[in-house]
């Protein structure tokens, strides 16, 4: 079993509309968890991170952990086409080593 | 001022040939990271060095050796390179707090012949 899985995509997704990309993770330790956006040929940057059970807000992102289901979210509100890239979840576990994701492509259409 | 540099950015060469990469960051972070990005975009991690001492070490043929001359500083090194090698290479670095993000460089795409 992967340690950390994600819908493989693509997700295509029209303009103003709300992209939800998910991730499971299977370390019960896992501690941290972050969402990198990766443009195609470019190095992954981070843009979100949650280190709480909950809901975390930063402008038109949101990311959802729900330690006891082993799952964690990322919602993007009012896609643009600038918003089209693969998002890579990224988990630390109780090992402390950082382990991603597959990765989630997704599209936005104008 | 590149918070996280890599050299070079592409880098072709023949099977068996050793080739080295290079990494600076000047955030001031303690720990760096060399990562593997495959064809599949799948990102793996390879080594971690914190403060020139080497603390994770990933299942990596013995082809591959970093070296830390210092903590700002991070090279990749690898002999007698074969096809399978093909991929991009990302260095990163992060705080000593082991639950702090990465920051990346802008990668090295190395393609082997």
């Known amino acids: 079993q992967k340690e950390v899985e994600q819908n493989s995509g693509p997700l295509s997704v029209p303009e103003g509309a709300i992209a939800s990309l998910n991730c499971t993770y299977s370390?019960?330790?896992?501690?941290?968890f972050f969402w990198y956006r990766q443009y195609s040929g470019k190095s992954p940057e981070l843009i979100m991170f949650?280190?709480?059970?909950g809901d975390k807000e930063d402008g038109r992102f949101t990311a959802q952990l729900n330690k006891a289901s082993q799952y964690v979210s990322l919602l993007i509100r009012d896609s643009q086409p600038s918003d089209s890239a693969t998002y890579l979840c990224?988990?630390?576990?109780?090992?402390?080593?950082?382990?991603f994701g597959a990765g989630t492509t997704v599209t936005v259409r104008a | 001022d590149t918070a996280v540099s890599q050299t070079p950015k592409y880098l072709v060469t023949q099977m068996g040939n050793d080739k080295s990469i290079k990494c600076e960051q000047n955030?001031?972070?303690?720990?760096m990271y060399w990562y593997k990005q495959d064809s599949k975009k799948f990102l793996k991690i390879m080594f971690s060095?914190?403060?020139?001492?080497?603390?994770i070490n990933e299942t990596v043929p013995n082809r591959f050796s970093p070296k830390s001359p210092d903590k700002a500083h991070l090279n990749l090194h690898i002999n007698s390179l074969e096809l399978g090698d093909s991929a991009v290479y990302f260095c990163?670095?992060?705080?000593?707090?082991?639950?702090?993000?990465?920051?990346f460089g802008n990668g090295t795409r190395l393609t082997v012949t």
């Open positions: 060095y914190n403060n020139k001492e080497l603390i």
């Open positions: 990224a988990v630390i576990g109780g090992d402390y080593k950082l382990s």
């Open positions: 955030l001031g972070h303690d720990t």
């Open positions: 949650i280190y709480s059970n």
């Open positions: 990163a670095s992060s705080t000593r707090d082991r639950n702090s993000p990465l920051h």
């Open positions: 370390d019960r330790g896992s501690q941290s």
